[in-house]
């Protein structure tokens, strides 16, 4: 069994004998529209992981490396990303979540601390990281595949009124490494994306079982 807590920057600094990580959140508000005419509010840059779970780009710190060299040196291996024109600095820190294991005599021990960044990006760059991916070392290896995570509701027409959920809350329902959720969902909200009442309610939506059921029994009859 695993504990989660939210650290400050400096608490994470103080807590010795433990793995540090540190993943990083690139978006982008595109300004297009999917199907329905819909707004696609943010497009999160995400990765499919070689365990077949859903992440952002980033990795284990090396002993001898701070958090942001450890962290720059982790994208440039998995996204082929150029550090200097995309730097992640100090200033696009969001979060950091303290990892406690439970140990065979029930007593929890500090594991890990799970340090996490988001960088605002222009449509153009966006795209330009994603075509590049091809050429990171780590591309096919750790890294499977950089996917774009839309933040979108579907709210008119019968795609809406027949499959509430459809959109983001439905994303939410995918499995995610650690506590890469909760890493979107704070960004999300820090970043002004949504609200913290919106993602509140695309949570109940996702944990809908009947919702659920009617998703997963629509897919050979749905419409687009
Ligand atoms: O997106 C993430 N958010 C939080 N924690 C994550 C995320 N992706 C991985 N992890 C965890 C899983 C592991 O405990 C470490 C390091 O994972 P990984 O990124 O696979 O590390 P390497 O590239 O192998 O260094 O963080």
């Not at 506590?179 to 909200?189: G, K, S, V």
């Not at 994306?193 to 919106?198: H, N, V």
Request: glycine content about 6%.
């Amino acid at each position: 069994m695993e504990k989660w807590t939210k650290v400050s920057w400096e608490e994470a600094d103080e807590i010795t004998d433990v793995v540090r990580a540190a993943h990083c959140a690139f978006w982008c508000e595109p300004e297009t529209k999917t199907l329905r005419d819909t707004p696609i509010k943010a497009l999160l840059m995400m990765q499919l992981r070689f365990d077949g779970l859903l992440g952002f780009p980033g990795g284990l710190i090396d002993a001898g490396e701070n958090i942001l060299e450890g962290l720059n040196r982790e994208l440039r291996e998995e996204m082929a990303l150029d550090n200097a024109r995309f730097p992640v600095g100090k200033e696009h820190w969001v979060s950091a979540h303290l990892r406690q294991t439970q140990q065979p005599d029930g007593s929890f021990k500090k594991t890990q601390v799970c340090h996490f960044f988001s960088k605002k990006l222009s449509k153009e760059d966006f795209y330009e990281i994603e075509k590049k991916q091809l050429e990171a070392d780590h591309w096919g290896y750790e890294n499977f595949g950089l996917i774009r995570a839309p933040v979108l509701e579907f709210t008119a027409g019968s795609v809406a009124e027949k499959y509430p959920g459809r959109g983001f809350a439905w994303f939410l329902t995918h499995s995610f490494i650690s506590c890469a959720r909760e890493q979107m969902t704070e960004m999300i909200i820090s970043e002004g994306i949504l609200t913290k009442d919106e993602i509140n309610r695309y949570f109940e939506m996702s944990r809908n079982p009947e919702l659920h059921e009617k998703l997963i029994n629509s897919s050979s009859t749905t419409e687009n």
